[in-house]
């Protein structure tokens, strides 16, 4: 059963900027895709970006994060990250990742805890 531990959330002013880190483990990482999702109080779960496998030569993004968040992966770390720079009071949310490509949230399986994000004015 693959395991996923998200890390790196904060508080952060306006502007600023954090690198979310996803670790992988009970599945093999090199040959997956990999998405990170976000969720804000009341709203449904939203796709942000995916990276393709082995190494990453394709990378989707949602629309309102595109110029700002970069996705990556390290293979023999088993980690997919997230940059976020300037980051804007409505990127406040919890992140998830997840094993796949997929927009969907529906389409995953189980999730994990996911990392905070608040960001002030």
């Known amino acids: 059963q693959v395991q996923l531990v998200e890390s790196g959330g904060g508080l952060v002013q306006a502007g600023g900027s954090l690198r979310l880190s996803c670790v992988v483990s009970?599945?093999?990482?090199?040959?997956?895709?990999m998405a990170w999702f976000r969720q804000a109080p009341g709203k449904e779960r939203e796709f942000v970006a995916s990276?393709?496998?082995?190494?990453?030569?394709?990378?989707n993004y949602a629309d309102f994060v595109k110029g700002r968040f970069t996705i990556s992966r390290d293979n023999a770390k088993n980690t997919a990250y997230l940059q976020m720079n300037n980051l804007k009071p409505e990127d406040t949310a919890v992140y998830y990742c997840?094993?796949?490509?997929?927009?969907?949230?529906?389409?995953?399986?189980?999730w994990g805890q996911g990392t905070q994000v608040t960001v002030s004015s």
């Open positions: 009970g599945r093999t990482f090199s040959t997956n895709p």
């Open positions: 990276i393709s496998w082995p190494n990453g030569g394709n990378r």
């Open positions: 997840n094993v796949g490509e997929s927009k969907d949230s529906n389409q995953y399986g189980a």
